[in-house]
């Protein structure tokens, strides 16, 4: 894709844009910290705290967790008084703006919308709902409520994303037609959500893909996809022994404006010698390639750290952006909290993890009827924009 081309379409991607950004509240003074509330007191919590904690912007107040053992814990870890063992005696308890839902993937939309309701903020892991028609409902909630919504993941934040995405704008690729992203680890054991109906390896995995080739190469329009479990009996340590029924396997091809194919492989049965962590990782995991040049993310795109770029012009190929900065993957409520207080537009956007939501519901869709499906969603594009 040509740099005008390319500016052409980001300028109708935006016009395009359904639901318009709602308004960010007015800048809060800056030595204000966002009282923040946490429910899901599980795994991922334990990277979550600990970033929040060091936050200028954040101040942790309560935490909730329906085993009251595991806000117990964490609240003893952070000094953390304030404790409860559901969203609806958290909300009526110590006062907080933003809500931080680290919760069972399946009880996402119920009590995002239920703190929206209530007139908080809410930054959501990912999904933001189980199904689109859901998150879209929230987005609108959360406009009639003059209050704000955004899910994971934070891919878009890194360096190497925004190293991506200039050199995109800036045409180095020459004419842009394919790209594959792939992500996959033998699955977690600690908890069978990820299994059960609505879990699966594309909201827990492929998210971060399919957000990271969206944010690059701009909004889907079809998706064709397949999906399959390979492993249909697992033993997880809260139920045992459970049956999977969300895909742990998954393909999907995304149709992008002007024709650029791209595709995203995941699923809870690839072996990685890297682990879960992906420590020690040093190979691409997103490719994208155009008429003049190619180009790859090394390492995760949750934790990138360095992009391989070679062009007909330099054909050796070249390491840029090896500054990880301070992008974690963990960062999206503190980022959203500073942004809060700011006044400032995120790069990450709620109608961008709508839009990945309604590509992991299409992918579903393609494979029970065998067809290819149209998306209706868009979000506003380029993320990042050349300079
Ligand atoms: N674990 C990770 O490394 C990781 C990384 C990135 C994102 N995530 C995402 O974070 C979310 C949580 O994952 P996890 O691995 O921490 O799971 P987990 O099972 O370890 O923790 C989830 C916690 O939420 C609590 N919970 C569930 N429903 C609740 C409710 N209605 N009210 C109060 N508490 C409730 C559970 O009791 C549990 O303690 C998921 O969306 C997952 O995809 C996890």
Not at 43 to 65: F, I, N, Q, R, T
Not at 272 to 290: A, F, K, L, M, N
Not at 300 to 327: G, I, K, N, S
């Amino acid at each position: 894709m040509r740099r005008r081309e390319f500016l052409r379409q980001a300028a109708s991607a935006s016009a395009l844009v359904l639901v318009s950004p709602s308004f960010l509240p007015a800048a809060l003074p800056l030595d204000r910290r966002i009282r923040v509330g946490v429910i899901g007191c599980g795994s991922v919590s334990g990277m979550y705290l600990p970033h929040l904690a060091k936050s200028p912007h954040v101040e942790v107040v309560s935490l909730c967790d329906r085993r009251p053992d595991r806000a117990a814990s964490r609240g003893d870890e952070f000094r953390i008084a304030a404790r409860y063992d559901s969203l609806e005696t958290m909300l009526a308890g110590e006062p907080f703006d933003l809500l931080v839902n680290l919760t069972d993937m399946q009880e996402h939309g119920r009590l995002n919308q239920m703190a929206l309701t209530a007139d908080r903020h809410v930054w959501s892991e990912k999904p933001l709902a189980n199904t689109y028609r859901e998150g879209k409902a929230l987005l609108e909630l959360a406009a009639q409520r003059g209050k704000r919504i955004w899910g994971a993941p934070a891919v878009v934040n890194s360096p190497q994303f925004a190293e991506m995405a200039r050199l995109l704008g800036d045409g180095r690729l020459g004419r842009v037609a394919a790209a594959h992203a792939h992500y996959g680890h033998t699955g977690p054991h600690w908890s069978a959500f990820f299994y059960e109906e609505l879990g699966g390896s594309l909201p827990d995995l492929g998210v971060y893909n399919l957000a990271t080739l969206t944010g690059l190469l701009g909004p889907a329009k079809s998706v064709v996809a397949m999906t399959s479990v390979i492993t249909p009996q697992r033993t997880v340590d809260d139920k045992g022994a459970i049956e999977v029924k969300a895909e742990d396997n998954a393909m999907v091809l995304m149709e992008h404006a002007s024709g650029v194919l791209s595709h995203v492989q995941c699923g809870f049965n690839y072996f990685d010698p890297y682990g879960h962590e992906g420590d020690g990782q040093d190979r691409p995991t997103i490719s994208v390639w155009g008429s003049q040049g190619s180009m790859h993310l090394i390492g995760y795109d949750w934790a990138p750290f360095a992009v391989e770029l070679a062009t007909a012009e330099q054909p050796t190929p070249v390491r840029l952006a090896t500054d990880t900065a301070d992008y974690v993957w963990e960062q999206g409520a503190s980022v959203i909290a500073q942004s809060l207080v700011s006044g400032s537009e995120p790069l990450i956007a709620a109608q961008h993890a709508l839009h990945v939501l309604e590509v992991i519901e299409a992918a579903r869709d393609s494979q029970r009827t065998g067809k290819r499906v149209m998306l209706e969603s868009t979000f506003a594009w380029p993320v990042v924009r050349a300079e």
